[in-house]
């Protein structure tokens, strides 16, 4: 598989001087890159470097023995992107901040900027785009298992960690990239999708409310998802949402029997395939309208969301592959995803569940729902985005007897929840606090859950630092 680049690289040629914007893995990576290149040594364009959060001092020791021609730090200002060609965004960086000055700027990304690479090169490499409000990086990561397993030469990478960028010198050993995309990343190609190489196939997972601090309202929300759908050839969609998706992309579809919420006008003869999560005497199955049919009942994934995604990786699977048969090897295998419903330990009989990926009420519901049948002691709080919790209550009615609240938003929860008869809420100084309260008052049989609803940058570096450190209260305890 050939890979190398013409010595003139098309993603670059109408650079003339580019801000990369945030140093963050993606902002690093994209540097790297751009440094790189024959037309950077020949001076024929420029490379800046923005970040909000960093001292001068500390980008320059960040990117010692580059040739970076300006840096720039604190509040943004018009004047550092004034002579700028292109705008290099980092995911992590709220797009907001440099479309205030104007909607003329030309924003590209490392998603982009690797496709674009894509497109100037002879490779063969196929790729699986994958985007959604929940569930990304465990459908990515199952993708890549399964690639595996299927004997495919394959990466996850993108928002679940490794910037696309930084396999630009390895693609010739790659076979599939499973790219996770998400919403920042896809915002600025919102109208005429993303540049560069078609993607193979797009996953577009579900949609529900989320990340309104760095979106202008919903509509913008669900205008970045659906532009994995405009940059892709194939399109694999939850049925749930042909309702707000145009007819176009009902090209493959998945869902659960049980959900009774999908009212469409769509006749179901557009979708091309559709995978179905279908219980068969006992037993959960997913099954396709044209004789595909796998076991399930051994995934180590657990509750209904899971199981939509694993109806959604094998739809991506088999755009690609149709031959391979080993599904059931491949779901037994599969060990599950870190700080996602998350067993931990049991103590007495009393069950510990890290759900710290649950950055949304959504995500909190899906674990509560799994759980509907236990008495649950409920961690949450954090920094809520703005969003709305509403959708919790009817779930924390059911089966939750304690709230246990954490984070800059805990009061939110406090005065949502207030009003619930025979719920105890206690307001907790930390994660520690909230752990050792819940424990000192559960009982044999019952669960306490991490599932905070909320994002984890009030209190901790990311999801994974917040679940790690519940594990290792849970781990510490007698």
Request: net charge positive; aromatic share 8%.
């Amino acid at each position: 598989m050939n890979t190398k680049k013409s010595s003139k690289d098309c993603a670059l040629k109408k650079i003339k001087h580019i801000l990369v914007v945030g140093l963050g893995k993606s902002g690093l990576s994209g540097i790297n890159y751009l440094t790189k290149q024959i037309e950077f040594k020949k001076k024929l364009f420029k490379v800046s470097v923005y970040d909000k959060n960093k001292s001068i001092k500390e980008q320059k020791g960040l990117l010692k023995n580059l040739d970076i021609e300006d840096f720039f730090t604190g509040d943004i200002k018009f004047e550092f992107l004034n002579g700028k060609s292109h705008i290099f965004l980092s995911p992590g960086v709220n797009p907001k901040e440099v479309k205030k000055f104007g909607h003329e700027l030309n924003i590209i990304n490392d998603i982009s900027l690797f496709l674009e690479h894509l497109s100037c090169s002879s490779s063969n490499l196929k790729v699986i785009g994958v985007t959604g409000t929940n569930g990304k990086t465990t459908t990515c990561l199952f993708l890549e298992h399964l690639l595996l397993k299927a004997g495919y030469k394959t990466k996850a990478l993108g928002n679940l960690g490794i910037p696309p960028l930084d396999l630009i010198n390895d693609l010739e050993d790659i076979d599939v990239l499973v790219l996770e995309v998400s919403s920042f990343q896809l915002n600025p190609f919102s109208k005429n999708g993303l540049p560069g190489r078609k993607i193979d196939v797009g996953i577009f997972l579900n949609f529900t409310e989320d990340h309104l601090d760095m979106h202008d309202n919903m509509d913008d929300y669900l205008q970045s998802k659906i532009t994995l759908l405009k940059s892709s050839i194939r399109q694999v969609v939850n049925s749930n949402l042909l309702k707000i998706l145009p007819q176009r992309f009902a090209d493959i579809t998945f869902k659960h029997e049980e959900d009774k919420n999908i009212e469409t006008q769509i006749p179901n003869e557009i979708s091309k395939r559709e995978y179905i999560v279908q219980s068969i005497k006992n037993s959960k199955f997913i099954v396709d309208n044209k004789g595909f049919e796998v076991n399930i009942d051994d995934s180590n994934l657990i509750g209904m969301h899971n199981e939509l995604n694993i109806a959604a990786a094998f739809a991506a699977f088999r755009c690609l592959d149709l031959s391979f048969i080993k599904y059931q090897d491949a779901i037994m295998s599969f060990k599950g995803v870190p700080h996602r419903l998350e067993w931990v330990r049991d103590i007495d009989g009393i069950k510990f569940y890290n759900d710290s990926k649950a950055t949304n009420a959504a995500s909190t519901v899906a674990a509560l729902e799994f759980l509907k049948n236990k008495n649950i002691f409920l961690i949450v709080g954090g920094d809520s985005k703005k969003l709305s919790m509403e959708p919790l209550k009817k779930y924390v009615t059911k089966n939750v007897s304690q709230l246990l609240l954490i984070g800059k938003d805990a009061l939110i929860f406090k005065k949502l929840f207030k009003n619930l008869s025979k719920l105890k809420i206690s307001m907790c100084n930390d994660l520690n606090h909230a752990v050792s309260e819940a424990f000192n008052h559960a009982h044999s049989g019952d669960i306490i859950l991490l599932s905070p609803a909320c994002s984890s940058h009030d209190m901790y570096k990311n999801y994974i630092d917040r679940g790690e450190h519940f594990k290792k209260i849970v781990h510490a305890l007698r």
